[in-house]
C-alpha cells in the first residue's frame, strides 16, 4: 500500500492547502496528481504486474482549501490509469494533532475517528470515488459491525472494508464474522486510548476493550485451572464482569455480586453524555460473555463481611469500583444544590436552574457540561478548572469535538481557577496566576472532581486462607482500560 492519505508527503503534493508548486507538479488537479501518478508507475514497473498494488487516497481532507471529494475522484482515476489496483479510501489530516488550541486543525478528528463521529463515516465518500472506477474502492472509518461491513459491500457502496482499530479490539473479527459469531465480537469503541500520548511513548499497542492487544503472546498462559476454586466478586462493574468471565472460562465456580440492580457500574454513566452511548457495547459484550458461561449473578445484594463469611469463598475479588469525590476542603454552603457529575448524567436533576457552575474540568466536568446543554438542564453553563484548560485528560480528537460542541452552546471555561467557596448562590475563588478573587453566580454547582475508591471492610472477615485480591477504581480510580486489564489479570492469575 503506498500511503497517499493524511498530510503525508504524498498527500501533501495532492492538496491544493499544501501543494503551493509552480512547476509540473503544482497547479491543477491533474499536475498535483502527477507526483503520485510518478510514485505509482515507478512502484508498478519494480514489482510486476501480479503484484497488488493499494493506493491509500484521502476522500476529503475536512479543512477549508483541502482535497475535497471531486479533487479524490480525479486523482484515484488517474491512480487506476498508472497501475493501481485498489483504492483504499481515507479522510482528514493528522498534522499539528497536539496543538491543545482548537483553531489548527480540526480535520485530526477525521483521521482517526472519536465516538462523535458516526460509523463507517467514510462511506459515503468511497461510493462517491467508486463510481467513476473500474479498480476496486476500500473504505476505512470506524466500520466496527459486522452488518455495517456486510452492506457496505453487498450495497455496492464499497468493495473491500479496512478494519483499523477493529482489528485491535478484536483480531479476530473476520473469523467469528464468518463462523457467525457475531456475539462473540468485541466492538471496538472509538475510544482512541490506542493512539493516545501515553500509548504513543511505550510505543507499543494497548487497547481498551482488548487486555491483550500488544500482548498477545499472553494468551499462551491462559490455562484451565488445575483446581477449580469458589471464588466470589464483589461488585459488577467492568472489572468485575470481566475478572469472572476470565475465571469461569478457566473453570473457577465463580459469584457475582453486584449491589444495583443491573452490572455495568461506572460504565453506564459514562456512555450517557452525548454521543458516547458506543462505550455501552462494551458492558453488552461482557454482559453476553458472561450468560453463555456457569458466573451466579447475584443483583441487587449488597455485600456484607458476613455474606463472604458465610460463603466461604476461597478467593474474594474486590471489585466495588469508584464514588465521586466530594470537595472536603471547599466550605459549600447547604443551600446551594451540589449533585455530582454522576447524579447530573444519571437524570436524578431534571433542571439545574439559570446558571450551573461545574466544579472541575477534566473531561466528567466537560461532559457533564455538555450533557446538561443538549438536555437543556441549566441556561448558562460554566467550568471552572485549575488547569491551565479543559478535558486536558482527554485524547486530541474526541477533547477537539467535545470542546466544539461546548463553545457552540456557550460553555463558559474559566482555568487556572481555585475554588475557595461555594455561598448559597455564589462561588468564589481566584485566578490562580494573579491571586485576584473572583465571583460567580450559580443556582447549582455541580461537583466533577474526580474519583475515589469504594473500600470493603475485609479485616472484619476472618480471612482463614482467603485470598483477597483489589481491582479496577477498588484498587485505584482509572480508566476503563485498566480495568479491563486488572479484570484479565485476576482472572488469568487463579
Ligand atoms: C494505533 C493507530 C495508529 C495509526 N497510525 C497511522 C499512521 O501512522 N498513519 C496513518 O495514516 N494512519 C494511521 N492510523 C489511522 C488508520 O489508518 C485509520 O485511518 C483510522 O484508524 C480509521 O480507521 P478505523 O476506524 O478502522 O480505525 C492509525 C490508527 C491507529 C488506531
Ligand atoms: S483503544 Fe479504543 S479506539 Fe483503540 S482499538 Fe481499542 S477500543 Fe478501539
Known sequence: MIHGAHGYLISSFLSPLTNHREDSFGGGREDRARFAVEVVKSVRSAVGEDFPVFFR?????FLPGGITVEDASVTARLL???GADVISVGGGVGIVAHD?????NKSYGQMIMPMYIPRGCRVGIAEKIRKGLKIPVSVAGRINDPFLARDVIAQG????VDLGRQMIADPFFPQKMADGRIEDICRCIACNYCHGKRIRAIKQIRCTVNPLAGREAESREVKPAQIPKKVMIIGGGIAGLQAARWLAKRGHRVSLWEKENQVGGQILLASLPPQ???????????NRQIEKLPVKVDLGCAVSPETVERERPDVVIIATGGRPVRPGNIPMNKKMKCPSAWEVLSGKEKFLGDKTVILGGGYVGAEAADFICTQAL??????LEMREAVALDLEPASRQMLLERLKEFGVQMMVHFRVREVTAGEVWGEDTRTGEREKIDADSVVVALGTESVGFPMDAVREKGMKVLWIGDAREPWGIAESMREGFLAGVSI
Open 57 to 61: 487516497l484521502n476522500g476529503e481532507d
Open 80 to 82: 487506476q490509469g498508472a
Open 100 to 104: 491543545l488550541s482548537l483553531g489548527d
Open 157 to 160: 457502496k464499497a468493495d473491500l
Open 276 to 286: 458516547k452511548e458506543e462505550i455501552r457495547s462494551l458492558l453488552e459484550f461482557l
Open 378 to 383: 441549566s441556561e448558562k453553563v460554566t467550568i
